[in-house]
């Protein structure tokens, strides 16, 4: 864990570096996939960065909206950079759905952009795993292996490393297929489906995670919801294709 990097006087928020590293190679590689598509990049990119803050503002409000009178006594705490006051799922939908529509009033083709837009989502999984890494959030069960980490007073699985290298995974799969016939937005559900599997597999080693009401994990229930929308939607996009 390392929150904070010193330089000299100037001290800087690790998490927060790793997320906006991520963000820069991500808008990046979305301008030059578009490019490569046919696609006006710089104008995929622009509604890229839309959706994202957007996405950013609804994963914070739909966080704040589980406990509300934490946020009423203290609005500020709105702004807080805490990695764990987020809610990734609502703001993944609020954010695709966002950026989707930009790119419609844009009149950019959606097809190809959701294939270019597939390994940003990979690049911005990675950054996120390294930016929980250095906060410590998104912590593993107590574990005493070869390659646990000490955090919170506990040798643990290292979950967030284990998150980065599913990531890394997804966007090497991305990476092989490039140039396979995948069909329109085939690529899309390849990307999702990959970080998905790596979710199920992650959560199950996460010593944070919340559970349903019968002892489920959360994250697991959705990421298999997710991975079995992937399997679906892969062969009926290379068929039309």
Known sequence: MLPVIQIGRLALNAPGLALLLGLWLALWLAEREANRLGLRGDAFSAALLVGLFAGLIAARLA???????????DPLALLSPNLSAFDPLWGALIGAAVALLDLRRRRVALPP?????????AIMALALALAQLAGGDAYGAE?????????????RHPTQAYAAVAAL???????????????PGGRMPLVVGALAAGQVLVEGFRGDSA???GGLRVAQVV??????LC???????RRRG
């Open 169 to 183: 995974a997804a966007l090497g799969l991305w990476r092989l297929t490039r140039a396979a016939p995948l069909g």
């Open 211 to 213: 559970l349903t009401a």
């Open 143 to 155: 574990a005493r292996l070869p390659w646990s980490i000490y955090l919170w007073e506990a040798w």
């Open 63 to 73: 966080f704040a909206a589980r406990a509300p009178a934490a946020y009423l006594s």
């Open 113 to 121: 952009a959701i294939d270019a837009l597939a390994p940003t989502l």
């Open 223 to 228: 990421a298999l919801l997710v991975l079995a």
């Open 231 to 237: 399997l679906w939607a892969a062969p009926t996009l």
